[in-house]
């Protein structure tokens, strides 16, 4: 198996915004304090992200505005087991129209050449340039951007399980 890493965000993926009525998992909304945040999320979500993450050849890595906050105190309190996954910040991007997720991104591929990628990030079906780059790299990109009302979904999640465990 070939070497992917995937590039989550917490925000509107693991944590939805403003979430009511069930999951997309068919359950009730777990809630949990974070710091001095109140946040929401589907157990069954990172009970799924927990077996995803040890898949062979998978590197996991934190791609959200939360930076170090996601290991330290978001992965604590919801039982993600995320604490050890490299972080990537806005340390270094530059200013201007480029959106820091995408030059951290695209830094860090360049640095550790996986073979594929997945991203998974609320915004990305807003952001033109990221949706451009990873144009160029064709099949070897997954980019998976959830409703930020509803979080990742379990069909999102399968694509990206699939995806993950492709051997081609």
């Known amino acids: 198996m070939g070497n992917v890493s995937l590039y989550l965000d917490v925000d509107g993926v693991v944590c939805p915004f403003g979430a009511t009525g069930d999951t997309p998992w068919g359950s009730?909304?777990?809630?949990?304090?974070?710091?001095?945040?109140?946040?929401?999320?589907?157990?069954?979500l990172v009970v799924a992200l927990n077996r995803l993450a040890p898949t062979p050849g998978?590197?996991?890595?934190?791609?959200?505005?939360?930076?170090?906050?996601?290991?330290?105190?978001?992965?604590?309190?919801?039982?993600?087991?995320?604490?050890?996954?490299?972080?990537?910040?806005?340390?270094?991007?530059?200013g201007g129209a480029d959106w820091?997720?995408?030059?951290?991104?695209?830094?860090?591929?360049?640095?550790?050449?996986?073979?594929?990628?997945?991203?998974?990030?609320?915004q990305l079906a807003f952001e033109g340039r990221a949706q451009a780059w990873a144009g160029v790299l064709g099949a070897r990109a997954l980019l998976v951007s959830p409703d930020p009302r509803r979080g990742?979904?379990?069909?999102?999640?399968?694509?990206?399980?699939?995806?993950?465990?492709?051997?081609?």
């Open 28 to 44: 009730a909304w777990t809630y949990a304090y974070a710091g001095m945040l109140e946040v929401a999320y589907a157990g069954e």
């Open 58 to 94: 998978l590197r996991c890595v934190w791609l959200t505005s939360w930076e170090e906050l996601a290991p330290a105190v978001l992965c604590p309190v919801t039982g993600l087991d995320g604490g050890q996954w490299p972080v990537l910040t806005a340390d270094g991007a530059g």
């Open 100 to 122: 820091w997720k995408l030059e951290a991104i695209q830094a860090d591929v360049e640095f550790t050449r996986p073979e594929r990628i997945i991203w998974i990030d609320d």
């Open 152 to 168: 990742l979904s379990p069909v999102e999640l399968d694509s990206i399980r699939i995806f993950a465990e492709d051997t081609v």
